[in-house]
């Protein structure tokens, strides 16, 4: 309880909240991985402020990445300490404050998806833990007065070879400060690398054993009140009128806020606001709300793709181009296979429900937010308020899952009204109710695959068609609702020509309105587009004179990164070998982030459509694995994820509504359904890419393929239970 207790002082003193400890208790790296307090104050270093190092040497390494269960603060750490030639046991890591200077410059803001938190900040990382390493050496060898080129350093010291003389990074630090920053230092050779490429203990691991790690939902401030929210049920209504006292007679309530479509209740406990919540009985203007239901909206979406969308060009492209390479490669063609696929609304279902921790007051505001974008929630919260953006400070608390629910600012703005009208801190926490009802869910999509293949099946031209709502409708209220025009982006993902030779592809979007916000979900188009895509590739394989591995061979460069994949995947996967009477294997294939990752399922099916998955093998090329063991576990928590949405995965709506409402109805995978897994890194040396989200795409086909494999029924909509398959 201690650590607790310094933890809301150093809050109510206006601290910043670390994303993988407690304020003012950094995470450390020791033998036992247990947490420990810095020691000293640590000494400000500009390289370009990612490390702190203190004079008893404890190294704080600042990440700019939310802790949403990725384990990329680790992964950060390792980069700078391995150029740093840190001691493990000093390491720390804490959030980074929302600056300009801690940008991720792959997306250009302050925010954490698209497997970005590694593969975007591996060079401008190392480069800065080079920087710092340097100006250490440079002041030791000052104090020695040597040459820099005669000293060398040794996790967490200097030395000067020739003499042996050491001198500890702590002991130096102020004096490093005062060195030039290098502009190109050398990086640390491949051979003397301690941490990245090597299996390391999470450091957020210690605290959420031991149960000091603190989520969103855990801050506590001084004063502070509690809030729970009752938004309209229907999507695009409004609060019209509202009788507070049922929840102004509850025991504790302070104060009933009403919100534009929402109406919450402050009580001196979130219980007691739930109570009095659940005892309203608010009126809905529905006059602009959606009326959509999901049964008509999949059939308008088949409707769509009999009719020509928007033709997708590439910046680096001409439409005319497009359809003239088209029409050439698909008269080469002598058949024409075609097949419509389909995938519903889902949700992001995180364990900790959205919520917030606003702090309003003297023109200005706080927020200790469980956030993936802690710029866009300022920007919003800034624009809610009023105020300017120096006049809006957000803390990073670690996050229950994200999965790209968290990069949007809703429940930061709700946070933020609430404590406004209540002028003291408020955290607001939405029931687990109000989370599955009012996500930004994964896009309901029809999608067309149309093949020209020769008289082996080889694939002359293909053309692909979707039928959607754009994400840049709804995701951050909008903001990005540009982007969706002349055609939308958001449903396209990666082509498959990134993977395969295919010497013609058309891709064209029928945008149609979904009337439910739609946001970015783990894998974002990659979850409908790879289950199309493979599965329609698979079905072409089964056509033609190869097996799944040699069609997806045949259309592979040899000597490529895809090809070793595959070839690696097959191997480990004992696609050839014999096995136990009724399994059966499935494989998919894909490309995503900088990645190349295959999977192949082995499963069983009982005469009653019960499905026995009996193993999962992966072999991903991620380049390089910063931490292997860590790329493991996203590749076993993607396994699980996809697993979920192929087997129960629905958000159904209706009139304007959905209709699910808590696990009992939108159900996870159980750790009794969950197959053992066979993962392989492959260490291709290479650049890294993602992988927080590759695996989720090629599981579904993987399995899909595998039950075509079981009983010869093709599988061509989600979730598999609508084609009658369930998990035994």
């Known amino acids: ?170 002991t130096l630090a102020a004096r490093a400060a005062a060195q030039p920053v290098p502009a190109d230092p050398p990086l640390m050779l491949k051979e003397r690398w301690r941490f990245i490429g090597k299996d390391q203990q999470r450091l957020d691991l210690p605290g959420k054993v031991d149960g000091s790690a603190v989520y969103g ?51 001196d406990s979130t219980w007691r606001a739930q109570q009095a919540v659940n005892a309203l009985k608010p009126e809905w203007d529905l006059g602009s709300a959606s009326k959509h239901t999901s049964a008509a909206y999949m059939a308008s979406l088949h409707a769509a793709l009999q009719k020509d969308g928007e033709l997708v060009v590439p910046r680096t492209k001409k439409a005319e181009d497009i359809l003239a390479d088209y029409s050439a490669a698909s008269a080469r063609g002598s058949k024409v296979i075609e097949r419509t696929y389909a995938v519903p609304l889902l949700a992001h279902a995180t364990m900790e429900p959205m919520n917030g921790t606003a702090h309003v007051r003297d023109g200005k505001a706080e927020l200790w937010l469980p956030t993936q974008t802690q710029q866009t929630a300022q920007e919003n919260v800034c624009k809610a308020l009023g105020l300017p953006p120096e006049a809006v400070t957000i803390y990073t608390t670690l996050s229950g899952g994200g999965f790209g629910r968290r990069i949007e600012p809703d429940f930061a703005v709700q946070a933020a009204l609430i404590a406004r009208e209540a002028g003291v801190p408020v955290k607001l926490t939405w029931s687990r109710e109000e989370d599955m009802r009012h996500g930004y869910h994964r896009p309901a999509v029809a999608l067309r695959m149309r093949a020209h293949v020769d008289g082996k099946y080889a694939i002359q031209a293909m053309r692909v068609d979707w039928a959607c709502d754009s994400i840049f409708n709804y995701s951050r209220f909008g903001a990005d609702k540009a982007a969706a025009k002349p055609f939308d982006r958001s449903p396209l993902g990666v082509p498959m020509s990134q993977y395969y030779t295919i010497p013609a592809l058309l ?73 136990a009477p009724g399994r059966h294997l499935g494989m998919a294939f894909t490309w995503a982030n900088g990645s190349y ?91 890294p890419g993602g992988i927080g989200e590759e695996a989720v795409g090629p599981l579904a086909p993987a399995v899909a393929n595998a039950l075509f494999a079981a009983t010869g029924k093709r599988v061509s909509e989600l979730p598999f239970s609508r084609a009658g398959f369930t998990l035994a």
């Open 217 to 267: 939902i855990d801050v506590r401030l001084p004063g502070m009140l509690y809030a729970a929210i009752l938004q309209c049920p229907h999507f695009g209504g409004k609060l019209a009128a509202l009788d507070p006292q049922p929840a102004l007679a509850k025991p504790g309530v302070k104060r009933v806020v009403r919100l534009a479509d929402a109406v919450a209740v402050v009580a």
């Open 597 to 687: 990752i295959g999977q192949v399922v082995e499963l069983s099916v009982d005469p009653a459509s019960r499905v026995k998955l009996h193993r999962i093998t992966t072999v991903v090329d991620c380049g390089i694995a910063v931490n292997p063991r860590n790329v493991r576990g996203q590749v076993e928590g993607g396994n699980i994820f996809a697993l979920t949405a192929a087997f129960y995965g629905e958000i159904t709506v209706r009139e304007g509504a959905v209709e699910q409402s808590n696990f009992t109805d939108y159900r996870l995978l159980s750790l009794a359904e969950t197959p053992p897994m066979d993962i392989t890194v492959v260490d291709s040396g290479e650049a």
């Open 1 to 170: 309880m201690s650590a607790r207790r310094d933890f809301l002082k150093t809050l109510a003193a206006g601290g910043v909240l670390v994303a993988i400890a407690p304020a003012g208790r950094a995470f450390a790296a020791g033998q036992d991985g247990a947490g420990a307090a810095a020691a000293a104050p640590a000494a400000p270093l500009p390289v370009p402020g990612w490390v702190r190092i203190a004079p008893d040497g404890v190294a704080t390494v600042l990440s700019n990445t939310s802790e949403i269960g990725q384990g990329t603060g680790t992964a950060i750490a390792q980069m700078l300490a391995n150029e740093l030639d840190l001691d493990w046991k000093t390491v720390r890591v804490e959030m980074a404050p929302l600056e300009k200077r801690f940008i991720n410059p792959g997306w250009g803001e302050f925010s954490t998806y698209g497997s970005g938190g590694v593969s975007h900040q591996f060079a401008p990382l190392r480069k800065a833990g080079a920087q710092l390493r340097a100006m250490l050496v440079g002041a030791a060898a000052a104090e020695w007065r040597v040459p820099a080129a005669e000293c060398d350093t040794d996790a967490g010291y200097v030395v000067h070879r020739a003499s042996g003389r050491r001198l500890a990074y702590g």
């Open 507 to 579: 891709r064209r979007v029928t945008t149609v309105e979904a009337g439910v916000p739609l946001g970015y979900w783990r894998s974002v188009a990659g979850s409908q587009n790879v289950f199309a895509s493979e599965s329609f590739v698979d079905e072409l394989a089964r056509m033609s004179e190869h097996d799944a591995f040699g069609y997806r061979r045949a259309m592979m460069k040899p000597g490529s990164r895809e090809r070793a994949v595959l070839d690696l995947l097959e191997a480990r996967s004992g696609w050839r070998g014999d096995r």
